[in-house]
């Protein structure tokens, strides 16, 4: 399976990719950071952000969901069988729940979120990364099993209705675009057959170390920036009463 092999060589040396890096600390900046908090991430993948909250916050109690059986008995070894909420259908103890890469997975965006957000409290906060610019998708996306890539516009519309409070819509790693364009010119439609397509590459130290710096200065500017290649949102679960209003 293309997705587990993808995301099981994040384990392999490449978990202080720059892109991932930077991603940790963009969602890590929206949760709560005045005491101790639960946070669940939906689709934790490899782990890398429970890796990553573990060494940054170490206030932020990590659970996790992770439907890829492979990749869920890992993530049980690193952080417990405790702190695996598959069973969880009251998402109410949670203080933060984060999709990080996970909404392009699902053939229906709107009635996932819709779900997710129904089991969360008022208040709780939402934090969501997804592949930004469908003019970007290539075979990579299929081959991973993305539905879609998203733009600001396109994103809001799926969230329309929905009891949430925006607090940021902002797109992510504009720098990336060139590249972006070019692996869509170099693979076309065609899905990636091998897991090897679907890595991230492996750069030398120092050119890591440059585009994480250039990313940083990025992320800084990024609600300046018109199109990236990632989408960074930030929503607030709005009180029950108010969920006529909350997304308009």
């Not at 993808?6 to 392999?12: C, S």
């Not at 939906?42 to 573990?54: D, H, K, P, Y």
């Not at 916050?57 to 952080?79: C, D, M, N």
């Not at 965006?109 to 129904?118: H, K, S, T």
Request: charged share 25%; with cysteine; proline share 6%.
């Amino acid at each position: 399976m293309a997705l587990e092999e993808h995301l099981t060589e994040q384990l392999a040396g490449r978990e202080d990719f720059f892109w991932h890096r930077i991603r940790c600390e963009a969602v890590a900046g929206l949760l709560p950071r005045d005491g101790p908090f639960k946070v669940l991430d939906i689709g934790a993948g490899a782990g890398l952000f429970g890796e990553f909250l573990r060494s940054t916050l170490p206030q932020a109690a990590y659970h996790f969901v992770e439907p890829l059986e492979g990749l869920e008995r890992p993530l049980e070894t690193r952080f417990g069988k405790a702190r695996n909420a598959k069973a969880e259908l009251d998402l109410g103890a949670f203080d933060a729940v984060v999709l990080l890469d996970v909404l392009e997975h699902q053939a229906d965006d709107r009635a996932f979120l819709a779900g997710l957000v129904g089991r969360m409290r008022p208040g709780a906060r939402l934090v969501v990364t997804v592949p930004a610019l469908p003019l970007l998708w290539s075979g990579w996306d299929a081959g991973l099993g993305h539905h879609r890539r998203y733009t600001r516009r396109s994103l809001r519309a799926v969230l329309r209705g929905l009891p949430v409070a925006e607090r940021e819509i902002s797109y992510l790693f504009p720098e990336m675009i060139p590249l972006g364009l070019y692996r869509k010119i170099r693979l076309g439609d065609r899905p990636v057959a091998t897991a090897e397509e679907s890595h991230f590459p492996r750069l030398p130290r120092l050119l890591d170390q440059a585009l994480y710096a250039v990313g940083k200065l990025s992320f800084h500017a990024r609600r300046a920036a018109p199109a990236g290649t990632s989408l960074l949102a930030a929503l607030d679960v709005a009180p029950r009463a108010n969920a006529s209003q909350a997304a308009r």
